[in-house]
């Protein structure tokens, strides 16, 4: 189920227990800011199948123990050119669709809800 966050954004979450999986923008736009503690794997399984973190974001805003090198306060400018260079090659080579989150016409496959704050399942914890 994915939640309507400002400026388009869409969160998804799980079904079964609502935890959160990873953050997207549009159809168009094939790029999920993945959000990785839900897998269940160690540390060194998650990087075999992920591949290296390219980067941490919005690192100020993290709980937690942090990363001493991760605590950007929003997005650096050298992982901002990265993802732009990788989505421009990706809509050239036609390699933006399907996506699994999205239909055919672009469309979430799923429903978005607007969550306010004060009514999230989560909002005390």
Same mark, same amino acid.
């Given at each position: 189920?994915?939640?309507?966050?400002?400026?388009?954004? %869409?969160?998804?979450?799980?079904?079964?227990?609502?935890?959160p999986i990873?953050?997207?923008?549009t159809?168009?736009v094939?790029?999920?800011g993945?959000i990785?503690? =839900? /897998?269940?794997?160690?540390?060194?399984?998650r990087?075999?199948i992920?591949?290296?973190?390219k980067?941490y974001?919005h690192a100020?805003?993290?709980t937690?123990?942090?990363i001493k090198?991760?605590r950007?306060?929003?997005?650096? %400018?050298?992982i901002? /050119?990265?993802? /732009? =260079?990788r989505?421009?090659i990706?809509? /050239?080579?036609g390699l933006?669709?399907?996506t699994?989150l =999205?239909d055919?016409?672009?469309?979430?496959?799923?429903?978005?809800?607007?969550i306010?704050h004060?009514?999230h399942?989560?909002a005390?914890?």
């Amino acid at each position: 189920m994915p939640e309507t966050l400002p400026k388009g954004t %869409l969160r998804w979450y799980t079904r079964c227990c609502f935890t959160p999986i990873g953050n997207t923008l549009t159809a168009g736009v094939p790029f999920i800011g993945l959000i990785h503690s =839900f /897998i269940r794997l160690d540390a060194k399984e998650r990087q075999q199948i992920l591949g290296d973190v390219k980067g941490y974001i919005h690192a100020k805003h993290a709980t937690g123990t942090r990363i001493k090198a991760a605590r950007h306060s929003g997005m650096p %400018l050298s992982i901002t /050119i990265k993802i /732009i =260079f990788r989505l421009l090659i990706w809509k /050239i080579r036609g390699l933006s669709h399907p996506t699994p989150l =999205f239909d055919t016409r672009g469309n979430p496959i799923v429903k978005p809800e607007v969550i306010q704050h004060d009514t999230h399942p989560y909002a005390d914890t």
